[in-house]
Structure formats: structure tokens, C-alpha cells
């Protein structure tokens, strides 16, 4: 019995393991060319941006260029489903404490998020406690970014020349359906061997 349980565990880990290595980041921006923080990221205006993937993903760490104005604080960095070119379903959310007043810079969620499979999604910066700042002066949409919103009165609302928001999306290949077929099958097997030690 205990050789089963070890075959499964090895198992299982190898699964996971093919989902959570050669993380890349599957949205990238780059660091904004303009330093000057130029949109409000706080508790009455919240950033988004759209963006797109082909192929299933799990998340890893979500992060913005973002400036704080005043003390550390916290926010929260979600994914939205796309509805009609504006943040729908949530999809999952992570939190972090920002770093302390005068830092800009990559900040963010690190760790799993959540798993993506292909489609429109939108990343948005929701802070809780946090007050500062994130986007480009003039502003520009920032590329792989396809859309950028704000929310006005808790209303996500496009802003059609972008926000030049700094973004970065950490993903990695979730594990082949085949691989997890094969799961099953190998179970039943295992449940044949250990009856036939039995007699």
C-alpha cells in the first residue's frame, strides 16, 4: 500500500511540476519610457488593462509600475473575464503591501494566482489602503495591453488613447490534457496490482 501511495504522490507531483515550470512573463509592457506617474491609483479610482492569451496559463506573480505618494499600503491586483471590452466575471484576486512613500517601481502579487485558459482577460489595480500613482505622461496604450480603464463613481470606463500602464503577467503552461487523461488509467492499474499482491 505505501509503494501505491508513494507511485501517486510521484505522480501527481510530476503533473504539477510540468504546470509550473519555464515561467515566463506572458504580459509584458516594459518599464514605462516616461517616469512621471501620471493616474491616481487609489480607493476611488482603480487602473485596468486588457489583454489576451492563446493558450491556458497558470499565474504567477501580477505586478505594476506604480508609485506610492504616501505610506506602505495594501492593494489588491485581480483578473477579470472580458465583457463587452470592459472588466466582467472575477476570476480570482491576490493582495500586497505596497513598498514604502517615494518608492516607483515594479510592485505586485507574488506566488500562484490562478489558472487562465485561453481568452480576453483584464488585470486591474484595486487598492485598499494604498495611495499613489501608475501611468505615463503623455499617456499612450502600452503594448500587449489592447485596452486601459479606470473606474469613475465604482464605473470601469475605457480611456481610448490608453494610460500607458506599466504591467507585467507572470505564466507558466498549465499540464497537458493528455497527461491527466492518463491519470485515471494509471490508478486503476495501481488498484489491479495492489488486489493481485493481496491474493
Sequence with gaps: MKVIVSLVCVLMLSLFMAGTSGATYIVDTGTPS??????????????????TLSSGEN???????????????????????????????LQFTNSFVSQ????????????????????????????????????????NLASPLSLEAFTYQGTWNVYPSGLGLGVRIEGSPAPLPGALLLLGPGLVGLAAVRRRFKK
Excluded at 516616461?34 to 487609489?42: P, T
Excluded at 504567477?60 to 492593494?75: F, K, L, N, R, V
Excluded at 489588491?76 to 466575471?89: E, F, K, T
Design 34 to 51: 516616461n517616469g512621471a506617474i501620471k493616474w491616481q491609483l487609489s480607493t476611488s479610482q482603480c487602473l485596468a488593462g486588457q489583454f
Design 59 to 89: 499565474i504567477g506573480e501580477m505586478q505594476g509600475w506604480i508609485a506610492t505618494a504616501y505610506s506602505a499600503g495594501t492593494m489588491n491586483v485581480s483578473i477579470y473575464s472580458d465583457a463587452s471590452g470592459l472588466p466582467g466575471a
Design 100 to 139: 514604502p512613500k517615494g518608492f516607483s517601481g515594479w510592485q505586485g502579487t507574488s506566488g500562484y494566482s490562478g489558472y487562465l485558459k485561453p481568452g480576453t482577460y483584464w488585470i486591474a489595480f484595486e487598492p485598499v489602503t494604498f495611495w499613489g500613482g501608475m501611468g505615463t505622461n503623455p499617456a
